[in-house]
């Protein structure tokens, strides 16, 4: 089965920094996605990481480690705005290409 | 690029009815994607196309539950008849078929089953 687990919300004051960790176990994993979900509006994609390391993309990072089945996304220089869900996905089925989400986390920035 | 099109936005209707949602995606994207999304929760997925066939639809409940998509383009999702528990965001999505391009996803349409 497939098992994607992340923390249900989290609370960062504005200009600093979060980490939102993502543990997964999944058969034929393929890579790890991270969507950011504004209430009421669709899931946009922020990055995703098939090997190990860090991508970097100006604000935010992600991490994975394919051993430990761990992500992380990190969010630089909060802003108001930064408010949102954050999802965490993994790829898998070479083949027919599928996304298992987390259940998300929901991330307040406050002043 | 126009994004992936979904229509109604929202939809109430009382249990037993039936009801369905229309899904326009990325011009060019090949793979088709439906999700439902209970509130609170990540997307599950319920049915995946390519062009016109079906991928995986083992998460969907078939006895009340269809989609189609004839012409590898447009597709439609119908609850036939509707269950409370059925009240979650409809979510399409689309993708190119080729390397590890994203899933885009609409607006998604919003179901209250009453």
């Known amino acids: 089965g497939q098992n994607i687990d992340q923390p249900t919300e989290m609370t960062a004051t504005e200009g600093a920094i979060v980490q939102i960790n993502c543990t997964y176990q999944t058969s034929g994993f393929n890579g790890l996605f991270w969507y950011q979900q504004h209430a009421g509006e669709a899931p946009t994609f922020l990055s995703y990481n098939v090997l190990d390391g860090l991508e970097e993309k100006g604000r935010f990072s992600s991490f994975l480690s394919r051993s430990k089945g761990y992500s992380y996304l990190l969010l630089k220089e909060l802003q108001m705005k930064d408010s949102a869900s954050y999802l965490c996905a993994a790829r898998t089925g070479a083949g027919s290409y599928q996304l298992t989400f987390g259940k998300g986390t929901k991330l307040s920035v406050i002043p | 690029e126009a994004g992936v099109a979904q229509s109604p936005r929202y939809k109430i209707i009382e249990k037993r009815q039936s009801v369905a949602f229309w899904c326009n995606p990325i011009?060019?994207?090949?793979?088709l994607y439906w999700y439902q999304q209970i509130l609170g929760q990540g997307p599950k997925l319920l049915i995946q196309?390519?062009?016109?066939?079906?991928?995986?639809d083992s998460q969907l409940p078939k006895d009340r539950f269809s989609a189609e998509r004839l012409k590898g383009v447009d597709s439609t999702l119908k609850i036939q008849p509707a269950k409370l528990e059925d009240s979650a965001v409809y979510l399409c999505?689309?993708?190119?078929?080729?390397?590890?391009?994203?899933?885009?996803f609409g607006n998604g349409t919003r179901l209250t089953v009453t």
């Open positions: 999505a689309s993708r190119q078929s080729f390397g590890n391009s994203p899933l885009h």
């Open positions: 196309f390519q062009n016109n066939g079906v991928v995986d």
């Open positions: 011009s060019g994207h090949a793979t």
